[in-house]
């Protein structure tokens, strides 16, 4: 007789391993600290996951779902585009706010490149990014020179990096406060809007394309 699989086990890995990885990072978090902390053993773990990184990969896809279904939740209330980005940078704020280590092990994650993202995993956020593309094309609001990637780098990597700032209390004395998601959800708003790369509106870079313009003029009359 086939073994059955104790849900409430797979759950309490999950949320351990968000914690463990939330605390030290992925290259940090051995397998057996978050056996530890679920209250299993590195036995039961290596039944369910492979290994470390399908651990990984099995909690970004189901954080991934949660967020495709927030934007689904917000087009289903018949929102404006504008609303569901701004709807969507508070929702990553509201869970920063009431979970924060569901963000510290997302923040981790990101700039780590030692572990390989799953194609399935990449896939949906592919069409998470593709869905919003698509939403936001249609209602004119998102540029069209802005590309899926781009709308990933603006709604998912702006915010997250605001918020691994404001936990560090760099710039502020208090984490998070509450106009920073309203300031950030504006200035996705403008980026997808605007839909021109940084380097056009970089006044470095706008000097040295008025320099070799010059350079060029020059020479061309010499």
Known sequence: MAKQTDLTKIERIREAAIRVFGRNGSANAPVAA???????????????????EDLLNDLLEKTLEKL????EELAAQRKSTEEIIRGFVRYIFDVAREQPER?????HLQNDLSWKIAESTTGRLKDLCGHLLTLGRSAKTVAPGITAEDLYIILFCLPLQY??????????PVPLPPELPDKVADMCLTAVRNGEPASDRCGYCEEKRTNRTFISETYEEN
């Open 68 to 71: 495709g279904d927030k934007v």
């Open 34 to 52: 978050i056996a530890r902390e679920a209250g299993v053993s590195v036995g039961y773990l290596y039944r369910h996951y492979a290994g470390k």
């Open 103 to 107: 963000i510290l092990y997302v923040l």
């Open 163 to 172: 918020i691994g700032t404001s936990f560090r209390n760099i710039f502020r």
